[in-house]
């Protein structure tokens, strides 16, 4: 008896540990399981014999504590059913199964401990990895938006440098356009000198031959210039050629000056005709203007040789009273037969016949 008081103290320490808190369970309702949490052989060193089956009536203190014990088994599944009997060498082989339990239990929790911060630490370092990695995702991204920046920066610096050549290049040819054209014009002019310069030439050739020695060149126009020809040392047919030749400069830059000035006037002939038309056309008629896919009028007038300018002067003004008809056969009701009586005379005439020398 002393060893089953031993035993039940044991016991009872057990039921009252933290862990299963076998004693405080009055106040849940009883759990009865068909399943239970091991099955254990009966040792084969515990006699099982009727000897150690007590009534129920014999020391009650004991069999109390059994009963209560038995209950706390059947609560956790170990017993089906509360015996009615008390049976020691099956609740002791069942308390010491327990304990077993008990231990691999806490065994395993152990482990599992180990192993959660195992993974707490793994996690830990996930999450500073993770906060590293966010970290170096925003540094990337801010550093695209600048370079984002950066490119669109060099984007509108590279298409402002495109126009700014593009204008430099239009400008070029403009002006390889206008030095080709003074080069034409030069060489013609040059040319033509050359020419009148031979035909001098021969003519003061042939006057030299053909006049009289005794005979004097009276000079009776002064020359242009305040030049004084030498008599001394040249003789008389050099003089001449002198004064020819420069009374020849100073009449060809005087034609110059008047063929500037009339094309000046061409010009502003042209601008007013063409100021004309912007007033009296009507104001949703888009006014077409004579220089769209063309150079300027004034460009073209300035520095073309005369040929050229004859017909390009001739074109624009007929356009211009092409428009100028237009406008009079559909504005002016009253106007359309004076206009169809003057078509004889713009199919006569040109405008070459009234501005231009033949």
């Known amino acids: 008896m002393h060893f089953f008081n031993h035993i039940m103290n044991d016991l009872d320490l057990f039921s009252n540990s ?4 076998i004693t405080n369970h009055q106040h849940e309702p009883p759990i009865y ?3 239970p949490l091991v099955v254990v052989e009966k040792p084969p060193s515990i006699s099982t014999s009727s000897s150690f089956f007590l009534p129920l009536t014999e020391n009650t203190q004991n069999n109390e504590q059994l009963i209560k014990l038995n209950e706390d088994l059947c609560l956790l599944g170990l017993f089906d059913f509360i015996p009615k009997t008390t049976n020691i060498d099956q609740t002791v082989s069942i308390c010491r199964q327990l304990v077993k339990n008990y231990n691999k239990l806490s065994h395993d929790k152990h482990i599992l401990n180990e192993k959660l911060k195992k993974y707490e630490s793994e996690q830990i370092k996930y999450e500073k990895r ?8 925003d540094c990337l991204q801010i550093t695209k938006e600048r370079l984002s920046d950066d490119i669109q920066r060099y984007i509108t610096k590279i298409n402002q440098l495109t126009q700014i050549i593009q204008t430099k290049d239009k ?4 002006l390889n356009q206008i030095f080709n054209q003074q080069n034409a014009l030069a060489k ?15 003519r003061i050739f042939n006057f030299e031959k053909n006049r009289p020695t005794t005979s004097t060149i009276d000079y009776s126009s002064p020359l242009l210039l305040n030049e004084s020809i030498p008599s001394s040392s040249l003789s008389s047919s050099e003089i001449l050629l002198k004064k020819i030749c420069h009374d020849y400069d100073q009449k060809h830059r005087l034609l110059m000056i008047e063929n500037d000035q009339l094309r000046q006037c061409v010009i502003d002939i042209h601008r007013q005709l063409e100021h004309l ?5 009507k104001p949703t008629e888009t006014f077409i203007e004579n220089n ?6 004034e460009t073209q007038l300035m520095y073309l040789p005369c040929d050229a300018v004859n017909e390009i002067v001739q074109r624009y003004f007929l356009k211009i009273y092409d428009q100028f008809d237009r406008y009079l056969l559909h504005e002016k009701p009253t106007l359309q037969e004076f206009s169809s009586e003057n078509k004889d005379i713009k199919q006569q005439t040109s405008l070459y016949d009234h501005f231009l020398p033949s």
């Open 33 to 35: 399981s068909s399943t």
């Open 188 to 202: 013609h002019q040059y040319r033509t000198l050359e020419k009148q310069m031979d035909k001098l030439k021969e």
């Open 130 to 137: 993770e906060d590293s990695t966010k970290h170096d995702i």
């Open 277 to 281: 038309l912007l007033i009296h056309r």
């Open 292 to 297: 769209n896919t063309e150079e300027s009028f």
């Open 171 to 174: 400008e070029i040819r403009r």
């Open 18 to 21: 933290p862990s299963l808190n």
